[in-house]
């Protein structure tokens, strides 16, 4: 089994940072992209970003310029630093790994159990 913990998220000030960080663990194999989605209340699950093994991201263009998506392969950790937060980043917040398991010949996709950004003052 993978596991994948976040850390992070709280209540912020519009215009303030958070970090947000996911650790895998467990029988992981190997990872393709490590990625982070939100829902707010009544809206569905959508991208906010993504980066590969290759060090390839993708951002969702809400997000560029104010949110930086890294990871640390030896940590099997992502991380998302959050700058120049507005009310409408407010949301659950998941942690996404895409990877193999050792023993298994397929990739999956694993998923934290989310962690709450709130931006109000």
């Known amino acids: 089994q993978v596991q994948l913990v976040e850390s992070g998220g709280g209540l912020v000030q519009p215009g303030g940072s958070l970090r947000l960080s996911c650790a895998a663990s467990g029988s992981i194999f190997s990872i393709n992209y490590m990625g982070w989605y939100r829902q707010a209340p009544g809206k569905q699950r959508e991208l906010v970003a993504v980066i590969t093994d290759a060090a390839n991201i993708n951002n969702a263009d809400s997000v560029k310029g104010r949110f930086t998506i890294s990871r640390d392969n030896a940590k099997n950790t992502v991380y998302l630093q959050m700058n120049s937060l507005k009310p409408e980043d407010t949301a659950v917040y998941y942690c996404?790994?895409?990877?193999?398991?050792?023993?298994?010949?397929?990739?999956?996709?694993?998923w934290g159990q989310g962690t709450q950004v709130t931006v109000s003052s």
């Open positions: 996404n790994v895409h990877g193999r398991e050792r023993g298994i010949t397929w990739n999956s996709d694993y």
